[in-house]
């Protein structure tokens, strides 16, 4: 319950997670690279190849961070590129 | 043979007379009391703390959770309340409420019927007194005089589900079959005598430990029987339509009070037992170079997966 009953008149959407129901979201993190030219051509270089990610889960019960938020999880990941294929 | 009709037509009649007893201990529906002239009068009648000196600990657990401050809230039910009066109930032309001074307790139910049920023994004047004392705390936190706010917050935390809400008032649903709560009964798990001197009796609540009870208020979704449905509490929907109808069997009660060991401190989205029982969420990472399009290119990607597992009875969040 985070809206006062003025503003609902029913549920309109689905946004919370249904009992006995697995909900998936999938995060893209770009690594910090960046283009450098070598003579006509231009190749990428890796700048750094270990990320720690830092997941958090929150509830807004307002849906805005005003102070009420509370955190469901959080876990840190750390990813690293060493051992994929290199760019040529 | 005519002995043998003579006892069987014997027990089939103590049967029946025993199904018929088998029918929670209510009794006929009850004169209503004087409706109270002021919140001090309402609070009184429902005061908790006359429940304390045999029941402390419980007592106690009940007093950390969101019933004991049940208008008064985290503390944003209490302002929630205001602004369904102004963004609500004075811009709905056929509200009959242009000022606080129009405002009754039909009008309050919108919020009151979950978060005070009681106020339904009140006169149109408590329902006033309520929206007057929630505006001064309010003035008085804005002018920092904390000492009247305090006064005030307390006044506002006297009005609550408190022992005599589920353990009278509300503790027989089907009263046809069940009778209608007696006012010198608390209902509970156990019947017989009770010491006190103004509830001498207990009996049993057949639903008390049952999710119906707890579905009396935090409901179904809107409120139809209103002249004006307001909806804030869909858990119980969510529980019946969701949760059951997918193999799930356990409570509110089991999760809310037994297993999260918290009893009477019955918590939610708040309390980490609770995020602990309600989900599970699993985090993998991996690392692959990406071919995204022709104007990017390949790009250096780490990939983080995220599955959360809703384990409780009911949406999250819902309420």
Same mark, same amino acid.
């Given at each position: 319950?985070?809206?006062?009953?003025?503003?609902?008149?029913?549920?309109?959407?689905?946004?919370?997670? %249904?009992?006995?129901?697995?909900?998936?979201?999938?995060?893209?993190?770009?690594?910090?690279? !960046? *283009?450098?030219?070598?003579? &006509?051509?231009?190749?990428r270089e890796l700048?750094?190849?270990?990320?720690?990610?830092?997941?958090?889960?929150?509830?807004? %019960?307002?849906?805005?961070?005003?102070?009420?938020?509370?955190?469901?999880?959080?876990?840190? !990941? *750390?990813?690293?590129?060493? &051992?994929?294929?290199?760019?040529? | 043979?005519?002995?043998?009709?003579?006892?069987?037509?014997?027990?089939?009649?103590?049967?029946?007379?025993?199904?018929?007893?088998?029918?929670?201990?209510?009794?006929?529906?009850?004169?209503?009391?004087?409706?109270?002239?002021?919140?001090?009068?309402?609070?009184?009648?429902?005061?908790?703390?006359?429940?304390?000196?045999?029941?402390?600990?419980?007592?106690?657990?009940?007093?950390?959770?969101?019933?004991?401050?049940?208008?008064?809230?985290?503390?944003?039910?209490?302002?929630?309340?205001?602004?369904?009066?102004?963004?609500?109930?004075?811009?709905?032309?056929?509200?009959?409420?242009?000022?606080?001074?129009?405002?009754?307790?039909?009008?309050?139910?919108?919020?009151?019927?979950?978060?005070?049920?009681?106020?339904?023994?009140?006169?149109?004047?408590?329902?006033?007194?309520?929206?007057?004392?929630?505006?001064?705390?309010q003035q008085a936190?804005?002018?920092?005089?904390?000492?009247?706010?305090?006064?005030?917050?307390?006044t506002i935390a006297?009005?609550?589900?408190?022992?005599?809400?589920?353990?009278?008032?509300?503790?027989?649903?089907?009263?046809?079959?069940?009778?209608?709560?007696?006012?010198?009964?608390?209902?509970?798990?156990?019947?017989?005598?009770?010491?006190?001197?103004?509830?001498?009796?207990?009996?049993?609540?057949?639903?008390?430990?049952?999710?119906?009870?707890?579905?009396?208020?935090?409901?179904?979704?809107?409120?139809?029987?209103?002249?004006?449905?307001?909806?804030?509490?869909?858990?119980?929907?969510?529980?019946?339509?969701?949760?059951?109808?997918?193999?799930?069997?356990?409570?509110?009660?089991?999760?809310?009070?037994?297993?999260?060991?918290?009893?009477?401190?019955?918590?939610?989205?708040?309390?980490?037992?609770?995020?602990?029982?309600?989900?599970?969420?699993?985090?993998?990472?991996?690392?692959?170079?990406?071919?995204?399009?022709?104007?990017?290119?390949?790009?250096?990607?780490?990939?983080?997966?995220?599955?959360?597992?809703?384990?409780?009875?009911?949406?999250?969040?819902?309420?």
């Open positions: 319950m985070g809206r006062g009953p003025y503003e609902k008149s029913g549920l309109l959407r689905e946004t919370s997670i %249904p009992p006995l129901a697995r909900v998936h979201k999938t995060f893209e993190i770009t690594y910090p690279f !960046k *283009d450098v030219k070598k003579g &006509t051509a231009s190749r700048l750094e190849d270990e990320l720690t990610v830092s997941v958090v889960l929150w509830y807004l %019960p307002f849906g805005e961070f005003d102070g009420n938020e509370t955190v469901f999880f959080e876990q840190e !990941k *750390d990813l690293d590129l060493k &051992t994929e294929w290199i760019w040529r | 043979m005519r002995n043998y009709w003579t006892i069987a037509l014997t027990c089939i009649a103590a049967s029946t007379l025993g199904l018929y007893n088998a029918y929670g201990a209510g009794g006929p529906k009850p004169t209503p009391l004087p409706k109270a002239k002021t919140i001090a009068e309402l609070a009184e009648r429902y005061d908790s703390s006359k429940c304390l000196e045999c029941h402390e600990d419980v007592h106690d657990e009940w007093s950390e959770s969101l019933h004991a401050k049940s208008i008064l809230g985290t503390p944003r039910t209490a302002p929630t309340i205001i602004t369904a009066i102004e963004k609500g109930l004075k811009l709905f032309p056929y509200s009959g409420v242009k000022e606080d001074a129009d405002i009754t307790v039909e009008h309050l139910m919108m919020c009151m019927k979950c978060h005070l049920p009681q106020l339904d023994e009140a006169t149109d004047e408590v329902a006033r007194e309520i929206v007057a004392t929630i505006r001064n705390w936190n804005r002018d920092q005089d904390y000492t009247k706010a305090k006064k005030l917050e307390k006297s009005l609550n589900i408190g022992c005599m809400v589920c353990h009278n008032k509300l503790a027989l649903i089907h009263k046809y079959a069940d009778g209608y709560p007696q006012a010198d009964t608390i209902y509970g798990a156990n019947e017989g005598d009770h010491e006190d001197e103004n509830y001498p009796k207990m009996a049993v609540a057949p639903a008390l430990g049952e999710a119906i009870f707890c579905g009396q208020c935090h409901g179904q979704g809107p409120n139809f029987e209103l002249d004006h449905p307001s909806q804030c509490a869909t858990a119980y929907g969510s529980y019946l339509f969701a949760y059951v109808a997918h193999g799930g069997s356990d409570t509110c009660q089991e999760c809310h009070m037994k297993k999260s060991g918290l009893g009477h401190d019955m918590q939610s989205y708040r309390d980490d037992t609770m995020i602990e029982m309600a989900l599970d969420v699993n985090v993998e990472g991996r690392s692959l170079f990406w071919r995204k399009n022709r104007q990017e290119g390949v790009l250096p990607i780490g990939i983080i997966n995220v599955e959360l597992y809703n384990k409780s009875g009911h949406g999250i969040p819902d309420g």
